[in-house]
């Protein structure tokens, strides 16, 4: 579907990246999931498009506490990273680790599998640098903390 979709996605994108910030939650939610579905619709290609969202998504997942909201915003940032070159991947991934260790304090599975998804999209990014000693032992310790099958 990406080659029908590229040529209409930066109007796309446009149209309805505006609701990013909007001050109805749900507005919100599901503004980030369509974007979500775009990024994913338009793989490999389109990147240029989700330019404009960038850094209000950056905010929106630094700034966001847990809960509904910072997980549309963790699926999107998740979608994207396939689409972007190494650099602004890796750029954009070490900003929000710090907020992947921060959710696996909290017991909610559904936030538990999509910080793991975009853990495992961190991680697939070429050139990332295998420096995960500053954040790994913390996720996998607050992982294993919140396993209460043993």
């Known amino acids: 579907m990406g080659n029908f ?3 209409h996605l930066t109007g796309l994108v ?3 990246g505006n609701d990013v910030t909007d001050e109805n939650e749900e507005i ?3 503004t980030k999931l369509a974007l979500a579905a775009l990024a994913e619709a338009s793989a490999p290609n389109g990147i240029e498009s989700f330019e404009s969202i960038f850094m209000p998504l950056l905010k929106g997942v630094i700034g966001s506490r847990h809960g509904k ?3 549309a ?3 999107t940032f998740s979608s994207l990273i396939p689409l972007m070159d190494a650099a602004y991947a890796i750029h954009f991934a070490r900003e929000v680790i710090s907020v992947l260790v921060r959710e696996f304090d909290f017991p909610d599975e559904q936030e538990k599998q999509i910080v793991l998804k975009t853990v495992k999209q961190c991680a697939s990014i070429q050139g990332m640098k295998a420096d995960y000693n500053g954040f790994l032992p913390e996720m996998f310790k607050k992982f294993l903390s919140l396993d209460t099958s043993n």
Do not use: D, N, Q, Y
Request: net charge neutral; glycine share 6%.
């Open 14 to 16: 446009e149209a309805v």
């Open 5 to 7: 979709v590229v040529p």
């Open 69 to 71: 909201v910072l997980v």
């Open 73 to 75: 915003f963790l699926i």
């Open 28 to 30: 919100r939610i599901g």
